[in-house]
């Protein structure tokens, strides 16, 4: 009767998006252009990274966690991307 009740979707965590292999819409819109941006991004950060620790600021051995993340989301949107 209303159109407000008649459909309620279920909302999940984002745990569980993650875990699902769930992908943002732009993304999933544009998968080689992200993929490329981050492993762009990812360069950058490994070449900061490299230039800190090589001038004795170790906090940027952090950085490198950073660039992988970023590595490791381009890989999972290529895979997927070859999946579907």
Do not use: E
Not at 21 to 41: C, K, L, M
Not at 65 to 84: C, G, M, N, P, Q
Request: contains cysteine; charged residues 15%; positive net charge.
């Amino acid at each position: 009767m209303y159109a407000q009740t008649d459909h309620i979707t279920q909302r999940r965590s984002l745990s569980q998006n993650l875990r699902n292999g769930y992908v943002w819409p732009f993304q999933s819109r544009h998968r080689g252009t992200v993929a490329a941006i981050r492993i762009t991004v990812a360069m950058w950060l490994i070449i900061l990274g490299t230039v800190l620790c090589s001038n004795g600021y170790w906090w940027g051995s952090l950085i490198f966690a950073v660039a992988a993340l970023h590595l490791a989301l381009a890989y999972r949107l290529l895979k997927t991307s070859k999946a579907r």
